[in-house]
């Protein structure tokens, strides 16, 4: 299978299986010296592991991460980072099932198209807990834009009908609220909403919102590897987006030029922007403002209700899936796509080191 790596500078290779030994991500490409432990990496997994609320699903798994490589006395040696956690709570039996028909919503049968053969375990690689490879990979990433002094934050801005207030905005509450909301109230408003769900035997959706602050202008390359093509690319690489957008995004297909266009000014003696339509990206390349991203995420696809489906004999037969599943995606989802937003900024980070003849010379110069 290809096509489990990510990154040209700073890569990330994720294994394993929703119901195999364990899942894991090997990086390489992180520079030696930085300070890292395993409680780093674990705070970040501990936002996507499963069973903390009534909108998760009950799978009870601890999500324990153990470092094997990389690391020595409390810091990175420059060499590849392997990170393993341990799978402790299958139960494949419950999918067992499945393995005759393909459920709607699911990657079942581009999985038999493409390969003639599929692990129906939990959806194996397709499942999302092929995600915590990248929120440990992301950890690491997260780690290092910190020392930059670049802060990626990550939110949900919407469940349903039911979306947030900027006014009401309060970091804290992103992992304090089961949601994954910054605003309190509009929180509750969307757990009201998904009890209704879920008494319907049905799921839901959402969007969310990652704000990218402190990265300087001049990061992504011009043509292929635009800042954010890149960023696109890391945040549709994850199962349950189905849309993605930067700055105003959709919107702005309905606007004007005049409307569209962020004027420049100066403030403080530097260049900056009036308004930031564009999202902190102009050709590809960031341009000094926060980024802003969202990725739009569809409803859980595992639900009790009775669905109609083609069994492999390609017969239409009518089921009801079985297993633990979250009612939505949205809330466990937050931290993978901070995550993915961060290894693709650092990897361009990297790359951008050679664009100028001054960074070469900052690094390599002898002269005084």
Do not use: W
């Not at 139960?91 to 053969?117: C, V």
């Amino acid at each position: 299978m290809a096509g489990s790596t990510f990154g040209r500078h700073f890569t990330i290779q994720t294994f394993g299986e929703s119901h195999g030994k364990a899942i894991g991500v090997i990086i390489d490409g992180c520079p030696a010296g930085l300070p890292l432990c395993e409680e780093d990496i674990q705070k970040q997994l501990d936002r996507r592991k499963p069973g903390q609320s009534k909108f998760a699903t009950p799978r009870k798994e601890a999500d324990q991460v153990e470092i094997l490589s990389g690391i020595f006395e409390g810091k990175t040696t420059g060499t590849p980072i392997s990170l393993l956690v341990p799978n402790t709570s299958q139960r494949s039996h419950d999918y067992s099932e499945i393995s005759t028909y393909y459920r709607p919503g699911h990657a079942d049968f581009t999985f038999d198209e493409k390969y003639g053969f599929r692990d129906y375990r939990g959806g194996g690689r397709s499942s999302g807990r092929e995600t915590i490879g990248r929120v440990a990979a992301g950890a690491i990433a997260i780690k290092i834009l910190q020392q930059l002094g670049i802060d990626v934050t990550a939110y949900t801005k919407s469940i349903g009908p039911v979306s947030i207030d900027m006014n009401h905005f309060d970091k804290e509450a992103i992992i304090q609220t089961p949601t994954g909301m910054p605003d309190r109230k509009a929180s509750l408003e969307a757990e009201a909403y998904l009890e209704a769900c879920m008494k319907e035997t049905d799921s839901a959706g959402g969007v969310i919102e990652c704000v990218i602050t402190g990265c300087p202008a001049g990061i992504g390359e011009p043509v292929f590897d635009k800042l954010d093509a890149s960023l696109g690319k890391a945040i549709l690489s994850i199962g349950a987006v189905k849309a993605f957008e930067i700055g105003d995004g959709f919107s702005t297909a309905r606007a004007k030029g005049s409307e569209n266009n962020d004027a420049f000014i100066m403030k403080d003696g530097h260049i900056t922007k009036a308004t930031n339509h564009a999202g902190g990206i102009l050709g590809g390349i960031s341009d000094g403002s926060p980024i802003t991203l969202r990725a739009y995420i569809k409803p859980t696809p595992s639900i009790y209700k009775t669905q109609q489906t083609v069994n492999k004999d390609g017969q239409e037969i009518s089921v009801n899936i079985k297993g633990r599943h979250d009612p939505i995606i949205v809330p466990r989802a937050v931290v993978v796509v901070e995550s993915m937003a961060a290894v693709a900024l650092l990897d361009l980070l990297l790359e951008n080191m050679k664009s100028k003849m001054d960074y070469l010379e900052r690094i390599y110069s002898r002269r005084q």
